[in-house]
């Protein structure tokens, strides 16, 4: 029997990314989307069950074969489109910050690496 996974929250979205350093909550094409230093790294679409998130091409390809139920790719292998019904938690945890990184100053990257969590 595989378990049922309960939907993550828009909310649950929110307060995962703004526990990043210096991630800000905007807005861009009446879509709230998550900021550090004015780069997006994260958007809520307008579709309620997804999330978008900034990645690079070889961790979509590899998030979508691994389960295209689940991931697809939402812009030019930039961004991956992120079913909040169907992902755990801890993996969207880890997709966020992956997604923070790639946009984040290094220096702001480099102080949250060495810092104990």
């Known amino acids: 029997m595989v378990a049922r996974r309960t ?8 307060r995962f990314a703004l526990t990043l350093p210096e991630a800000v909550e905007r807005s861009h094409f009446d879509q709230p989307d998550f900021r550090v230093r004015n780069k997006i790294f994260a958007t809520l679409p307008h579709d309620r069950l997804l999330v978008c998130l900034r990645t690079t091409p070889v961790n979509l390809a590899v998030l979508v074969q691994a389960d295209p139920d689940t991931f697809r790719d939402a812009w030019r292998s930039r961004w991956v489109a992120v079913r909040l019904d169907r992902v755990r938690q801890s993996v969207l945890r880890d997709l966020l910050e992956d997604a923070w990184r790639l946009v984040a100053p290094k ?4 102080a949250r690496t060495s810092a104990p969590r």
């Open 107 to 110: 220096r702001l990257v480099a």
């Open 7 to 14: 939907g993550i929250s828009r909310g649950v979205v929110r």
